[in-house]
């Protein structure tokens, strides 16, 4: 069954560095998300994706992050200037269609600031 | 705004007994889908079981089923003849019809004991 898939599975980075986590979709899907889930606390919504914009995003989803998707394939969520609290695993998620569709989540990435 | 509680850090079940995993939320909406996600240590987030809040009649598949109390807002999960590959993270998660975003729970540790 395909899956959605993400790179790195951890990511150390120091404060302040730019960092850039990495999903790859399901082929046919159209709808791609990324969440994070602190230690300890829910997983939230970061923002979704389609048709290569942003149709919505949390008020996490401030303007040190972004996201695209640069060649079709991949999906990337990039944090300009890491802090501390950005500290998390983060998940990428698609979904062929809106509505009912379950979505697809890949393994997650730990990112872990010094 | 859309919530979601899961009242219960941990759960612990017997192989082969039965468990409930809770959930309750809030909305105002009355056309919006509940879900429950499994995610087993280390391993990505995948689909147990979702609900329509149209449809009366509560969602089964095979030893998953659920308890959907529209007016009480609750949805609780229950689990028949437990295994121990059901030992896993579960979380509870609320979508919008036509929305994108999925809101979660806290999540529930299960626990199964041989």
């Known amino acids: 069954e395909p899956e959605v898939t993400q790179t790195p599975s951890h990511q150390v980075t120091q404060m302040g560095q730019e960092v850039i986590l990495r999903c790859v979709p399901i082929?046919?899907?159209?709808?791609f998300y990324w969440y994070r889930q602190i230690l300890g606390q829910k997983v939230e919504f970061l923002v979704s994706f389609y048709n290569n914009e942003i149709s919505e995003k949390s008020e996490i989803f401030d303007d040190q992050f972004s996201v695209e998707r640069p060649d079709g394939s991949n999906f990337t969520l990039k944090i300009r200037s890491t802090k501390l609290e950005d500290s998390a695993m983060y998940f990428c998620a698609s979904v062929v269609e809106r509505g009912n569709q379950p979505q697809h989540f890949g393994d997650g990435t730990r990112l872990s600031i010094l | 705004a859309q919530t979601v509680t899961q009242s219960q850090p941990e759960m612990s079940v017997q192989e082969a007994e039965t468990v409930t995993l809770s959930c309750t939320y809030d909305t105002s909406e009355s056309d919006y889908y509940l879900f429950w996600y499994k995610q087993p240590p280390s391993r990505q987030m995948i689909l147990v079981i979702r609900?329509?809040?149209?449809?009366?009649q509560n969602a089964t598949e095979n030893r998953f089923s659920v308890n959907f109390q529209k007016a009480a807002k609750s949805f609780s999960l229950k689990i028949s003849d437990s295994q121990l590959g059901d030992a896993a993270m579960y979380f509870c998660?609320?979508?919008?019809?036509?929305?994108?975003?999925?809101?979660f729970g806290q999540g529930t540790r299960l626990t199964i004991n041989p």
């Open positions: 609900q329509e809040a149209y449809k009366q």
């Open positions: 998660a609320y979508s919008l019809q036509g929305a994108q975003k999925l809101v």
């Open positions: 082929s046919n899907h159209l709808y």
